[in-house]
């Protein structure tokens, strides 16, 4: 397994702190909070005046980001906060310019569904591509011979 | 390698065993790292991307209203008749983009009146914007097909004409209409009714939205006057 040696440079700590949780989907979905956010140009006193209509177009990307960052430091809870970011990052479409126009709703979606699929400790994927193809022809086989 | 993995087979969907991400005991080895696993995220992402896509659908067939942000350029609207089935109207506050060149001292907010129309029919609809000297002119429906309009929504500052409405309720709560389908902010004045007829109709708008906007008969061209 060359590819999981620990590189020289990229910091060993920092490597085995990334493997153990959802980082690229934490990462991404708290990214596209942010962008959303970054295309609001509505004063706050301004939404706060309209009431609750404007205040989400504020809140959902808040809500976002903090699901992100918390799937980032509290990795064991990441099947909620990856559902509640998701429905957050939809919601978005609608109170908070098309979700970013775009660009933040479609981070949104790749990161909570990264962190959904998130599993640990696992073994290294093509370990587990020869592993199938194993049983597959093993299968195959034993078909063959009942044939 | 393979030793360990005998106790965590590999399909996709193993519910995870107990661990707490954060916990430091991982005793396997370096080689073991938490992935990405592609079923598993589809479970997730295919009723997510549905999702969006029928947000998306949605919003193009205009059932879904999204906020945009107004050029600031007020433009006239004239027609010979208006005829509308479900009619809407309150106050509201419409944005420019920030540090926008026709915001004046308004600081980009605009009150309008929003004015909506369930389906609208218009008689020799005139619009017209001034670029600064020059008319940007728009006609349409001067023939025998008129113009017609699901959805419409209007967001004017003047509106003159000879008017007549039927089963007219007048100072409703803005957020609680149920003619045209469209809601305002709460504790806003409001009027709605069945039915609107207009004659020499006048409006000055910041913005005009509609589900389908059908134009027989368009003209586009510039011109020394407007509407």
């Given amino acids: 397994m060359p590819e999981n040696l620990p590189q020289q440079g ?12 959802p980082f690229w ?6 990214l596209g909070g942010t962008e959303i956010l970054l295309t609001e140009k509505v004063s706050l006193k301004v939404a706060m005046h309209i009431g609750m209509q404007g205040v989400t177009g504020y809140l959902l990307p808040v809500v976002m980001m903090l699901c992100g960052l918390l799937i980032l430091f509290s990795p064991g809870q990441r099947l909620f906060y990856s559902i509640v970011g998701i429905l957050c990052t939809l919601g978005s479409w609608v109170t908070s310019n098309l979700g970013g126009f775009f660009i933040g709703l479609l981070l949104g979606i790749v990161g909570s569904c990264m962190t959904f699929g998130w599993l ?6 093509s370990e587990r591509k020869r592993r199938k193809r194993e049983a597959k022809t ?7 011979q009942q044939a | 390698m393979a030793s360990p993995s005998d106790a965590n087979p590999s399909n996709g969907n193993t519910p995870e ?12 080895g370096p080689e073991r790292r938490g992935q990405v696993r592609l079923r598993r995220a589809a479970i997730m992402a295919v009723p997510a991307t549905l999702a969006a896509a029928a947000l998306a659908v949605l919003t193009a067939q205009g059932a879904l209203g999204v906020s945009f942000e107004i050029s600031g350029m007020p433009f006239t609207v004239t027609a010979k008749s208006l005829d509308g089935q479900g009619f809407e109207q309150f106050g509201d506050l419409d944005n420019m983009i920030k540090n926008s060149p026709n915001e004046g001292d308004t600081g980009g907010q605009v009150l309008v009146m929003t004015s909506a129309i369930k389906t609208a029919t218009l008689d020799s609809l005139c619009q017209s914007v001034d670029l600064g000297g020059i008319n940007l002119l728009i006609k349409a429906g001067s023939g025998s097909t008129k113009v017609t ?3 419409l929504t209007t967001d ?5 004409g000879d008017a007549t409405f039927g089963n007219i309720e007048i100072g409703n709560d803005a957020s609680k209409l149920t003619k045209a389908g469209v809601q305002g902010k709460p504790g806003v004045f409001s009027q709605q009714s069945d039915t609107v007829h207009i004659d020499n109709l006048r409006q000055t708008n910041y913005a005009t939205t509609a589900g389908v906007f059908k134009l027989p008969g368009l003209k586009l061209s510039f011109s020394d006057s407007g509407c």
Avoid at chain 1, 25 to 30: K, M, V
Avoid at chain 1, 120 to 125: F, G, H, N, Y
Avoid at chain 2, 156 to 160: M, V
């Fill in chain 1, 10 to 21: 990229n910091g060993p700590a920092f490597r085995r702190w990334r493997a153990r949780r």
């Fill in chain 1, 25 to 30: 989907g934490g990462l991404l979905l708290a």
């Fill in chain 1, 120 to 125: 640990p400790d696992q073994e290294p994927r």
């Fill in chain 1, 138 to 144: 093993a299968t195959k086989s034993e078909l063959q």
């Fill in chain 2, 17 to 28: 065993q107990p661990e707490s991400g954060s916990a430091p005991a991982t005793a396997e």
């Fill in chain 2, 149 to 151: 309009a699901t959805d």
């Fill in chain 2, 156 to 160: 004017s500052t003047q509106l003159s």
